[in-house]
């Protein structure tokens, strides 16, 4: 326990239940992590969140906490958990073949100090608590935690192990050599229409999986890739899109009740709202899908401009040519279609989801900026202490660290 803590302090980490009290911790975080939002509509757009499928289908779910003194009763800190359905492949000496075991993880977010309390070592404590409970309580022995940390190695000290990845960016203007597209045959992809070709990612992905396993039979964990972690990012980009846009015109102001209705509800009724698209599909020469790529939409502080970041890049027939066309095609339709007639200025793609010849080709074609520093360094830990020291040594693997499972 960090030296600044009173031992006369009775600290525990308390599950919220109320609802306003969950609204409380996150008014508080808001000043931390609000971005173009008000505290408001931040404190809302978490609510609308926590309806989506990412954190109640099966044992999904998303909890609250708070680090409390119970002498004072005064809160001290927060803290989130999402609980999510995850894989765990191991080697099977007997039978020589990967096999595949359900597991719960946990991804940390949301962590704030309250101002008046900072500098006391409060924050350690609690990710230290909450790491107890997730092993105890929710995730068991064969389940892993991660996060993503905007704060270096801050969380090595609780036992995480960082596994950050670098990023390319590339800048979308009139500049951008658009020229040299080929001419091949694709189509455009709409909010909330990603199911089927995840599922076609999920077993591309399992067999790739199996294979390198039968390779090296190392230990592999990874989150269950499934749409309902792309449409948490659509949902996102969709409130804060109508928050800072459409919310403000006369006929919108009572289309959604967010408080009261169902996700389903605000998910059909946010078919209407920007953005739109958010994806592209390709086609081979015999009709068959060869590839899609899934970006997600943020806006700049002024909201004069947006910036895309690349969720999933997917090539099914693992031609590298494939990643590039969708990737040119991505620019052309970025660059020409504004949103809410506001440019797109930045592509960012996390380095996991490309190749090097790739990385190389967009460095030479569009003059992309790589090896980038991720402010949201991931980091994980698993709960089976044996199992994180095979972690520390690369003789566990962490799949999928991604930009897919970033909470």
Aim: glycine letters at 4%.
């Amino acid at each position: 326990m960090s030296p600044t803590i009173k031992t006369e302090e009775k600290l525990e980490l308390i599950n919220l239940k109320d609802q306003d009290l969950i609204d409380f911790t996150r008014t508080q975080n808001s000043l931390a992590w609000k971005g173009v939002l008000s505290s408001k509509d931040y404190v809302l757009r978490e609510l609308v969140l926590g309806k989506s499928r990412i954190a109640n289908d099966g044992d999904n779910e998303l909890k609250v906490f708070m680090l409390k003194d119970l002498n004072t009763d005064q809160p001290l800190c927060s803290i989130e958990l999402l609980i999510r359905e995850s894989l765990k492949f191991h080697y099977n000496e007997t039978t020589q073949k990967s096999e595949i075991k359900k597991v719960l993880s946990g991804t940390v977010g949301g962590v704030f100090t309250y101002p008046e309390h900072r500098g006391k070592g409060y924050a350690r404590v609690m990710v230290d608590k909450l790491v107890d409970i997730a092993r105890k309580e929710y995730l068991g022995n064969d389940g892993f935690i991660f996060l993503y940390s905007e704060i270096g190695e801050y969380y090595a000290k609780n036992g995480f192990k960082s596994f950050g990845i670098d990023l390319v960016k590339i800048d979308i203007n009139d500049n951008l050599n658009l020229d040299d597209v080929p001419d091949i045959s694709y189509d455009i992809i709409p909010y909330h229409d990603f199911e089927n070709l995840i599922q076609q990612y999920r077993s591309k992905f399992l067999s790739e999986i199996e294979h390198k396993i039968s390779k090296d039979h190392k230990t592999r964990i990874s989150i269950n890739p499934t749409s309902h972690l792309i449409d948490w990012f659509h949902l996102r980009s969709k409130f804060i899109t109508y928050k800072l846009f459409e919310s403000k015109q006369e006929s919108q102001q009572d289309f959604f009740d967010f408080q009261n209705e169902s996700y389903d509800s605000i998910r059909e009724n946010f078919e209407k709202s920007q953005p739109k698209i958010f994806g592209l599909k390709t086609f081979n020469s015999s009709n068959e899908v060869d590839g899609f790529i899934v970006w997600t939409i943020d806006w700049a502080e002024d909201k004069s401009e947006n910036f895309a970041t690349i969720l999933k890049i997917v090539s099914f027939d693992n031609e590298p040519q494939t990643t590039i066309n969708l990737i040119n095609l991505a620019l052309n339709h970025l660059h020409k279609t504004p949103i809410m007639n506001k440019p797109t200025t930045k592509l960012t793609i996390w380095e996991s989801e490309i190749s090097e010849q790739t990385k190389k080709f967009l460095v030479k074609q569009y003059n992309a900026k790589t090896g980038i520093d991720n402010s949201s360094r991931s980091a994980i830990l698993m709960c089976d202490s044996s199992e994180d020291v095979k972690l520390r040594n690369g003789d566990l693997i962490w799949e999928e660290n991604t930009k897919l499972p970033w909470f």
